[in-house]
Nanobody
Framework: QVQLVESGGGSVQAGGSLRLSCAAS????????MAWFRQSPGRGREAVAH???????KYADSVTGRFTISRNNAENTLYLQMNSLKTEDTAMYYC???????????????????WGQGTQVTVSS
């Protein structure tokens, strides 16, 4: 089992920055893939950024150039630095983790096994 705990959410004005953290504990050998997702009312769950244990990274087009995902494998922690925030970034942000697979972490066929409880990000104009 893996437990994921997010932190760092909050309220910020448009153009501001926030840094989210996700601490993984438990059987962290099952955290080859880690990612940030977000969900807001009226919108489905959206993948924001993925990072695999080997350094592979992928971003959603909507956050490319503004958000930076990073992970500290030694400390089993995932981060999301969010700059130039927009009102449309308002959402509950979730950390997810999963084991290595034959498909890449950002493939639509990849299934994340573990999810955190989420941290709210609210961006006001």
């Amino acid at each position: 089992q893996v437990q994921l705990v997010e932190s760092g959410g909050g309220s910020v004005q448009a153009g501001g920055s926030l840094r989210l953290s996700c601490a993984a504990s438990g059987y962290t050998a099952s955290t080859y893939c880690m990612a940030w997702f977000r969900q807001s009312p009226g919108r489905g769950r959206e993948a924001v950024a993925h990072a695999d244990r080997d350094g592979g990274i992928k971003y959603a087009d909507s956050v490319t150039g503004r958000f930076t995902i990073s992970r500290n494998n030694a400390e089993n922690t995932l981060y999301l630095q969010m700059n130039s925030l927009k009102t449309e970034d308002t959402a509950m942000y979730y950390c997810a983790a999963g084991a290595a697979s034959l498909v890449s972490c950002w493939s639509s066929f990849y299934s994340f096994d573990y999810w955190g409880q989420g941290t709210q990000v609210t961006v006001s104009s």
